[in-house]
C-alpha cells in the first residue's frame, strides 16, 4: 500500500505522469487524463500530442493564460511549450495511425483481463457513442495506459473477464490506474497488483471478478 487512501482524479494523474519515460511522445484522451498534463515539467522531457493538431502541447491554462484558440481535445484550454507546432487534423492522424507515439492514456467504460478496452460505447440503445480518436489512439500507440475508477457509479467493476461493451481495440492496454490500484496487464490473461490505494490486494480483489496476482 503506497497511499492511506482511495486517489483523487489529481492524485491518480500525478501517479501517471511519474510512470511517463523521458523523451515520450504521449496523447492523452478526454476526461480525467487530460489532468495528466498538469504533473509534467520541462525537466521530464515529455511532449504531447493533441488529435486536434497541436504537439508540444502544456497544462491546463487559467485566467489570463486562455487563448481560445488553444484547446485540447477535449476542449479545455491549455498553454504552449516552447517549440510547440500546429498542423492538420488529418496529419493528426497520420500520426496516431503511423505508429509515432510512444503511449496514450484514455478513459475506459471496461477493460478486461486480455487488455481489451471498451470507451466509447455502453450498448445501451439510448447511450450516445463518442468515437474520437480513441480507436486510433489504441491501434497506433506504442502502448495504451487507462486511467478510470475501478468501480462505474452502480457499484460494478470497470476491470471485468470480459468486456461486455462494444471494443475500442483489442490486447492494446498494458496498464491501467486506478483510483484503488494500480494493474499491470502481462498479456497471457494475467493481471499483476502493482500498488494499492487506500486498501490491501485482498479489498481490491473482492471487487474483481478474476484472480489477481500480486507484484
Known sequence: MTRDRALSPEELAEVVAADIPAGAYVNLGIGQ????????????????????????????????????????????????????S???????????????????????????????????HTGKPDAIPAVGGAMDLATGAKQTFVMMTLTAKNGQPKLVEECTMPLTGVGCVSRIYTDQAVFLIEGDGSVVVRETFGCDVEAVQELVPFALERA
Not at 525537466?43 to 491554462?61: F, P, R, Y
Not at 507515439?101 to 467504460?109: E, H, I, R, S, T
Request: proline residues 5%; hydrophobic residues 35%; negative net charge.
Open 33 to 84: 487524463p487530460t489532468l495528466v498534463s498538469n504533473y509534467l515539467t520541462p525537466e521530464d522531457d515529455v511532449t504531447l500530442h493533441t488529435e486536434n493538431g497541436m504537439l508540444g502541447m502544456g497544462a491546463q491554462a487559467h485566467g489570463e493564460e486562455v487563448d481560445p484558440d488553444l484547446i485540447n481535445a477535449g476542449k479545455i484550454p491549455v498553454k504552449e511549450t516552447e517549440g510547440c
Open 86 to 120: 500546429y498542423f492538420h487534423h488529418a496529419d493528426s492522424f497520420a500520426m496516431m495511425r503511423g505508429g509515432h507515439l510512444d503511449c496514450c492514456v484514455l478513459g475506459a467504460f471496461q477493460v478486461d483481463r486480455n487488455g481489451n478496452l471498451a470507451n466509447w
